[in-house]
């Protein structure tokens, strides 16, 4: 079975740009010609359309708070830190990463993920990837899309991923463990600009500033990444 490769979202009850109705269809997954394709319900966006960080974090404690309720499986974000290990470790599917890149970026997916796993930090359900590409401003409020990267981790994982000025509206933040993921959510987002098969427009120019904001995070924190 195919997969789309995206999701769409389904306008229900509007009309195209041609005027016509856009046909009522049931927000849910359809299998057709060999592609599986997701259609979301339609929700109004919000006018203006920017985030506030207080309203950020307010969603994304409510996300969080509703998914402490879920008893499902998902795997745990260092089985996404060791994907992108792997990847930094394979030359074959990174073959432009320098080898010096190539050091930098495998020993700080590696001493970070033992020194975030050490803090023995409380762990529940996570979105994965809460950036504000996944947030639509809307008219019913702050929404968050593209839950396949749940997985399970401290809610730090997931702040890491948001601009840094909304942390300081989350309530209980250990913001040293903060600092910690934002490095290693860096490490892990510059590996994938480095795959062969990166797609992502301007994705290798994104890589190299990456890497150098890698290398000064690390200075400024002493972390030695060659242990």
Same mark, same amino acid.
Do not use: Y
């Given at each position: 079975m195919r997969s789309s490769g995206c999701d769409a979202i389904m306008a229900a009850g509007r009309t195209s740009s041609g005027g016509e109705p856009v046909p009522r269809v049931?927000?849910?997954v359809y299998e057709r010609d060999g592609f599986v394709v997701t259609l979301w319900t339609y929700y109004e966006p919000a006018t203006?359309?920017?985030v506030s960080p207080a309203g950020y974090a307010s /969603?994304?404690?409510r996300l969080h708070a509703g998914m402490r309720k879920l008893?499902?499986? /998902?795997p745990h974000f260092t089985d996404r830190v060791e994907q992108a290990r792997q990847l930094v470790a394979s030359r074959d599917r990174t073959p432009a990463l320098a080898g010096a890149d190539r050091e930098l970026l495998g020993g700080t997916l590696r001493s970070l993920r033992r020194v975030i796993g050490d803090r023995g930090a409380a762990e529940q359900l996570l979105h994965g990837e809460p950036h504000p590409g996944n947030v639509l /401003?809307?008219?019913n409020g702050l929404l968050?899309?593209?839950l396949e990267t749940c997985c399970r981790g401290p809610v730090e994982f997931d702040l890491a991923h948001a601009p840094e000025e909304v942390s300081g509206h989350y309530r209980g933040v250990d913001h040293g463990l903060l600092r910690e993921c934002r490095i290693l959510v860096l490490a892990m987002i510059t590996t994938w600009r480095w795959d062969?098969?990166?797609q992502l427009p301007n994705g290798r120019q994104l890589g190299a500033e990456w890497l150098?904001?890698?290398r000064a995070a690390l200075d400024r924190k002493g972390l030695d990444t060659h242990g």
């Open positions: 049931e927000p849910c203006p359309r920017e /969603a994304l404690e008893d499902v499986p /998902a /401003a809307t008219k968050f899309i593209d062969r098969g990166d150098s904001q890698i």
